[in-house]
């Protein structure tokens, strides 16, 4: 479903994409996983179109996407930290994307119901703590069932019941087929969701391997040791 072809991307003299070569199927959860400023971020920025690579491809449905602007439908993106105009209340972003969005007939309003967004409709986006901020994210990132989703770091700064309502549905789109791709720091929430794992190391790709097959490699039964051993040890799969 995503094709990503020898991806390189640097800022000044920093290469933060160093060849990334990787294909992503349809139903699965992939988690992108690696230490802090490894590129996770600007790789999912890539295939969104935020960022533009200096070579290579990508690829949806074997469409080439850079320097285009339609196929942004078909992904549903939750940032690491949402930034809304602070006075706008929640009711006005949900109608204002709705209305972007006005051909969309298929409108999903799950979350917003179990978040129950709609009992603070009225309080403005600049007065909200970051955890609701996140639900808004959340509810907006899944309204329009996009076939792939994007999600950075979704629980960080979730309450605990939250962080599960989230976690459940995406696996319950995953069950309808979509891609998710989800960046997170948190092994054991990554176990709970994730098919696969790719890592990066400065800008390339250390491994991208199921977790079954992550543990079966490295003979661990925890996904954080597994990751561990390969990190700690040099070990290639
Ligand atoms: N707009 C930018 N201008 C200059 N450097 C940038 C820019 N965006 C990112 N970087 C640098 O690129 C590197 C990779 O950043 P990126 O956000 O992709 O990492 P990450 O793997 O998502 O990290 P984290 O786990 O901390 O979120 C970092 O060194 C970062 O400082």
């Given amino acids: 479903m995503i094709t990503i072809k020898n991806?390189?991307?640097?800022?000044g003299k920093l290469q933060v994409l160093r060849d990334v070569s990787v294909e992503f199927g349809t139903g699965k959860v992939v988690s992108i996983i690696g230490p802090n400023?490894?590129?996770?971020?600007?790789?999912?920025k890539c295939i969104l179109?935020?960022?533009?690579?200096?070579?290579?491809?990508?690829?949806?449905?074997?469409?080439?996407?850079?320097?285009?602007?339609a196929y942004r439908s078909q992904i549903g993106y939750m940032p690491q930290i949402g930034k809304y105009p602070e006075n706008m209340k929640i009711r006005q972003v949900i109608e204002m994307i709705r209305d972007i969005r006005?051909?969309?007939?298929?409108?999903?309003?799950?979350?917003i119901g179990l978040y129950a967004l709609e009992e603070i409709y009225d309080k403005r986006m600049g007065a909200l703590s970051g955890g609701t901020k996140q639900k808004v994210?959340?509810?907006l990132a899944f309204?329009?069932?996009?076939p792939i989703l994007i999600l950075d770091e979704p629980t960080a700064g979730l309450d605990p019941i939250a962080a599960e309502i989230l976690k459940a549905k995406i696996l319950k789109e995953k069950k309808r087929g979509k891609l998710i791709l989800i960046t997170s720091h948190i092994m054991s929430e990554i176990e709970e969701v994730s098919d696969e794992v790719l890592c990066l190391v400065d800008g390339s790709i250390k491994f991208y391997e199921s977790i079954v097959e992550l543990k079966?490699?490295?003979?661990?039964?925890?996904l954080s040791r597994a990751v561990a051993k390969i990190m700690n040890e040099g070990y290639h799969p």
């Fill in 7 to 11: 991806l390189h991307k640097s800022y």
């Fill in 37 to 44: 400023g490894a590129g996770k971020t600007t790789m999912s």
């Fill in 49 to 69: 179109g935020m960022v533009l690579p200096d070579s290579g491809d990508i690829q949806i449905n074997g469409q080439s996407v850079l320097k285009k602007y």
């Fill in 102 to 111: 006005k051909k969309e007939k298929d409108v999903d309003e799950e979350l």
């Fill in 137 to 139: 994210s959340a509810a």
């Fill in 143 to 146: 309204m329009f069932n996009p």
């Fill in 216 to 222: 079966a490699h490295t003979q661990e039964d925890r």
